[in-house]
């Protein structure tokens, strides 16, 4: 993926002289204030979770349940996707991005696998419902290192924070006896600070090419967790104030959380096209 993102950018830069702009003129995406853009996601999804379960008070064993595996939901879904920027300091070298996107999805099954769950057990042949909801919030705050009549390269501090729920739900067994119709059900909202990176090219003032970049590993308390976002695009302006935005984005979230409200692990992976229609002013 780093090395396709890399590629685009060389490809980019080779098929400059192909386009033409006069020395007066600035693409909008590069001047303007404020940048608002909403449309939708299309990603293939890989979510791993791990919560702890025992049925012995002396162990402690975590369990991973590949929840798309089970729901057969493997290859996408549709979900809304926004984002903004603000160029908020005079010199508009100074600026906030913050992208947010919901996923969630629920299905009913009869279990080929045994499912455990703290210490609740779903045995072979269940009938279960299983569910999961994930809320993407991201947050930027940069400044531009380098810029021109056609570019902008910009770094800096923000945060991820990523908002999870999963549950199961069905008849049940607890130390080995029927229990019933029982949910399993757990959630927590895990912030990861990350630093980040963009870069625009604007050949004329229709089109630009961008790309984005966030990374971050880190253990902070009993919380230990990586992540990547990658995002490369292109826009097109249709008019002095509005245009359309296609690119590709692929997020991984990795965590071990040993918490009251999420013992555990997960490990999620996105990654698809997305397609939306942007504002500038």
Known sequence: MKNFVLSTVIMLLALSPLFSQDDGDKNPVLTERFLIGAGV???????DLGVSGTTDLDEEEIEDIDFDETLGLSGG????????????????????????FRFNTEESVTL???????????????DAKLGYAISLYRVLFGRVISTGQKHELGAGL?????NTNAFVEGNANIDGQAAGIERSEESIFLPLPNIGAW?????????SFSAKLDWFGIKIDNISGGLWNISP???????????VNANYQFLNFNAEVDQDD??????????GPSFKVFAHF
């Open 233 to 243: 695009g292109v826009s097109y302006n249709i008019g002095k104030n509005f245009g």
């Open 77 to 100: 879904k549709t979900t809304f996707n926004l984002d903004f920027r603000w160029r908020f300091s005079k010199s508009k070298k100074w600026s906030v991005y913050g992208e947010y």
């Open 199 to 207: 870069y625009i090219w604007a050949p004329d003032t229709k089109w």
């Open 262 to 271: 999420w013992k555990g692990n997960f490990d999620l992976s996105f990654g």
């Open 41 to 47: 996601y299309f990603p293939s999804q890989n979510v």
């Open 112 to 126: 080929d696998e045994e499912i455990e769950w703290e210490d609740v057990v779903y045995p072979v042949g269940v």
């Open 158 to 162: 923000g945060i991820h924070g990523l």
